[in-house]
């Protein structure tokens, strides 16, 4: 088996989880043409939010990155089930990463580079990206971090 995203994430000692089915009327992903739209995904492991509260009040920047990394692997889980196959991936477009953060907390950059680090690392070349990282007063569940994506894929 050659340096496949699988191959990565195997030994990165990552296993995607089952895909994260919607909470509401959405769809967990869409593909228009050749780019896919992930809707947002939450710190979530094993089926349960991993990261709880505000950034700057519950949730030091540290705590956060780590729950960029799981809504990153999330993002892939989504990617996996609208493709069938991670190598089908072309390139991570962009991602948007929200903080849910005081209103004196400015290291949401720092939390997004959570997803956008581990992001890089299991895509390789195809990871590199663009990006926003915003700070909101809450978001669903209580969740500190969620990521959506824009993936172009063949």
Avoid: W
Avoid at 8 to 29: C, E, H, I
Avoid at 107 to 117: F, I
Avoid at 133 to 146: C, F, K, R, Y
């Amino acid at each position: 088996m050659g340096d496949t995203i699988e191959k990565r994430l195997s030994n990165l000692g990552v296993a995607l989880p089952t895909a994260a089915a919607p909470a509401a009327n959405y769809v967990p992903f869409m593909r228009s043409g050749n780019l896919l739209f992930t809707a947002g995904q939450l710190p979530l492991k094993d089926g349960k939010l991993q990261t709880s509260g505000l950034l700057g009040r519950d949730v030091d920047t540290a705590g956060g990155r780590e729950a960029a990394k799981f809504c990153a692997i999330n993002l892939l889980a989504q990617a996996k089930a609208a493709l069938g196959d991670l190598e089908k991936i072309v390139r991570l477009v962009k991602i948007t990463v929200f903080v849910a953060s005081t209103p004196d907390f400015t290291e949401q950059h720092l939390v997004a580079n959570g997803a956008s680090d581990f992001l890089a690392e299991v895509l390789g070349e195809r990871g590199k990206h663009a990006r926003s990282a915003v700070g909101t007063a809450s978001l669903p569940l209580n969740a500190a971090v969620e990521v959506e994506a824009i993936i172009e894929v063949a």
